[in-house]
């Protein structure tokens, strides 16, 4: 009888150790997930940060940025350039006069008879000014006080 008490004990401290194991394991599993989500936090408030930095000292970054601003302005460029290659190639997609689709390559709206207005290329800066408008990041020319492209105040 001695021998199926010995049996039974160690089978209730083998499940017993188990269940901890598994309840350890779950807490690591629970709290990693949490590790994991507060760090996808961090990175959006980091995202966040350097989005802001660059809307309000993007035009004149610190020195130890120069780099990296010159970097995203470059990147914004080159975006702004194979959208308008996209754009260029799809054409309007809607007619502005009555919003019908236009067909690729399309003159006039098929459903309206409206002119559809062709991408016009757009005149770059005169190669004497250095500065660059926060918004579109395209030259300005000396003394604008307002971007010829966008509008946008330059500060």
Do not use: H, W
């Not at 194979?82 to 067909?103: F, H, Q, T, V, Y």
């Amino acid at each position: 009888m001695a021998f199926f008490e010995d049996i039974g004990k160690k089978v209730s401290q083998t499940g017993q150790e188990a269940i901890k194991k598994t309840k350890l394991l779950a807490e690591t599993a629970k709290i990693n997930t949490q590790i994991a989500a507060e760090k996808r936090t961090v990175a959006g408030l980091f995202t966040q940060i350097g989005e802001r930095y660059y809307e309000l000292y993007g035009v004149s970054p610190d020195e130890k940025l120069t780099e990296l601003v010159s970097a995203v302005n470059e990147a914004k460029i080159r975006i702004r350039d194979l959208e308008d290659r996209l754009k260029a190639l799809r054409g309007p997609e809607s007619c502005e006069s009555c919003g019908a689709p236009l067909s690729t390559g399309a003159l006039f709206c098929a459903a309206c008879g409206a002119k559809v207005p062709q991408t016009q290329e757009e005149p770059e800066g005169d190669g004497q000014s250095s500065r660059v408008c926060a918004g579109c990041i395209r030259q300005l020319p000396e003394g604008a006080q307002f971007c010829p492209f966008c509008g946008q105040k330059t500060g």
